[in-house]
């Protein structure tokens, strides 16, 4: 019976591991996923290339670290101040 209980405490231990390590593959996963949506946006509303669009997630990678932001955060801020025509 403490075989038992000592094998279930384990498995619960791990059990959370793994959760834990699985949610933050996935919240890392649908960040990437929603920044890459942003920066198409950008690019779809400046008309951009490719190129200049990895240039601009390098330098608003950054800016937004030296801002104490996301690089997300930035980026959407970018893709308001685009559409409002604004340019670089």
């Not at 209980?5 to 591991?17: D, E, L, M, P, R």
């Not at 690019?43 to 104490?68: C, P, Y």
Request: no cysteine; hydrophobic share 35%.
């Amino acid at each position: 019976m403490g075989t038992t209980f000592v094998n279930t405490i384990k498995w619960g231990i791990a059990s959370s591991i793994m959760n834990t390590f699985t949610s933050s593959v996935q919240g890392a996963f649908t960040y990437v996923e929603s920044l890459e949506k942003s920066l198409t946006n950008i690019r779809i509303v400046t008309g951009d290339s490719q190129e200049k669009m990895e240039q601009f997630a390098d330098s608003a990678n950054r800016a937004a670290q030296e801002l104490g932001r996301s690089t997300m955060d930035y980026s959407k801020a970018a893709l308001t101040f685009y559409q409002q025509g604004l340019g670089d």
